[in-house]
């Protein structure tokens, strides 16, 4: 779709409006109609897997004009069982209890007023994201089941994915009277258009960004709306003095190599000196041996003789392929420092059999997930038990970790009286 500023101006005001439209009829929707919806969904899927497919390779083919790396293409690429995926977490989210109208708490006043705080939509999502076409069918599950509207924004390297998927939604939300715009794929792929958007703060109650360090700061900065942010995941495996060796090995590996390119893959390594005297060469001897390169400390290229001399930057990296930064600390409160310095509040795991150092090791550590003898891979809305996620933001406010149906809820005080008066 070509566009001038001008139709920009002229799409983004309509689309806006549609969704905003669709709100009141969509908050008015039974949870019944809302779980059809979501099963013809995951039906659909499954039938149309050759067409889903076919458009997803015309992605495939583009993926060398617009340089992607062999992690996005990971990311890009649709297959029968990653489909199969896909229309499972649909399921699992039709599931889910119904979050719109739950009471979170309520009290009855001395003067009989009963006050009750009232589950409610956010009302209009707009949800930018990179790469990943699943995310386009998490994410309007998550928004429509949770009563948001919301405007899908994917990258130009997944468009004729997203449409493919868009179509499919949009033909549910027809036949079970949900508002069609409720779900609106943005046609064009000019980055103009985000801008757009993001000044619409009348129409749009929340910008969610999902992807790379440049489109999260560009979002931040020109929203005029709040925004919850999905930051890159630099995610560390600490190995305390206590941990098992082979219990490290496992998770640091699974950690690292499971998916080298989502953000919950372990990017940095941190272990404990004592523990590094006796294992240090075993405990990464798997990572080698699968072909990830290890920058480390001057520490560890003493234990490594494969190890490259790490720079301040690559404690810091995320790295979204097989590369690792490793330090050598000496004791819990220097992992912790160190972790909570380079950090980008994502994950981050702790290995040991010592109660106190894992409780010490929750306590301290700044970041949304903090695992405890588990992969940091585990931080995962699906594997929380979210049935899927539209994010895992690294923010505090106004949702943190996985963002799955409550997360995109907020909530309004209902008081019911019998006539008093102030």
């Not at 969904?41 to 993926?63: G, H, V």
């Not at 009855?108 to 589950?119: E, F, H, I, K, W």
């Not at 990258?155 to 949009?170: D, M, Q, T, Y």
């Not at 290995?351 to 970041?367: E, G, H, K, P």
């Amino acid at each position: 779709m070509t566009t001038t500023i001008e139709d920009l101006t002229q799409y983004t005001d309509r689309v806006a409006n549609q969704a905003a439209a669709s709100t009141t009829p969509l908050v008015s929707a039974s949870g019944q109609q809302k779980i059809d919806w979501l099963h013809a969904t995951a039906e659909a899927l499954l039938d149309r897997q050759e067409e889903l497919i076919r458009a997803n390779a015309n992605d495939l083919a583009n993926a060398d004009q617009y340089q992607l790396t062999e992690a996005m293409v990971d990311r890009l690429r649709l297959t029968e069982k990653g489909l199969q995926g896909i229309a499972t977490a649909v399921r699992e989210i039709a599931a889910l209890p119904e979050p719109i109208g739950e009471i979170i708490d309520s009290t009855v006043r001395p003067n009989g007023l009963l006050v009750s705080r009232v589950r409610v939509p956010l009302g209009v999502v707009f949800f930018i994201y990179e790469s990943r076409p699943n995310v386009t069918i998490d994410a309007a599950a998550l928004c429509v089941k949770s009563g948001n509207a919301v405007i899908l924004r994917g990258g130009k390297e997944a468009f004729h994915s997203n449409h493919a998927f868009h179509k499919i939604l949009v033909e549910g939300l027809i036949a079970h009277d949900l508002p069609e715009h409720a779900v609106q794929m943005v046609e064009t792929t000019d980055r103009e258009a985000v801008g757009h958007f993001l000044k619409r703060s009348d129409k749009i109650d929340v910008t969610i960004p999902r992807g790379g360090k440049s489109l999260i700061e560009r979002v931040a900065k020109e929203a005029r709306m709040p925004v919850i942010k999905h930051f890159d995941g630099n995610c560390h495996v600490y190995v305390n003095r206590d941990a098992n060796l082979k219990m490290a090995q496992e998770i640091l590996f699974n950690s690292k190599c499971h998916r080298t390119g989502v953000c919950n893959a372990a990017e940095s390594l941190v272990v404990d000196a004592e523990f590094a005297e006796k294992h240090m060469t075993e405990l990464v001897a798997p990572l080698l041996k699968a072909g990830v390169e290890i920058r480390g400390c001057e520490r560890t290229c003493q234990y490594v003789s494969a190890a490259k001399q790490a720079t301040t930057k690559d404690f810091g990296e995320e790295f979204l392929g097989m590369t690792i930064s490793s330090k050598i600390v000496e004791s819990l409160d220097e992992a912790v420092s160190h972790i909570n310095k380079y950090s980008s509040r994502h994950t981050e795991a702790i290995v040991t059999d010592n109660l106190w150092a894992a409780r010490q090791f929750t306590t301290q550590i700044d970041s949304a997930a903090v695992m405890v003898n588990a992969s940091t891979r585990f931080n995962d809305g699906g594997e929380f038990g979210l049935g899927a996620e539209i994010g895992i933001s690294t923010d505090k406010l106004h949702a943190r970790g996985p963002c799955g149906l409550r997360e995109l809820t907020s909530y309004k005080y209902v008081v019911q009286g019998a006539g008093q008066i102030r």
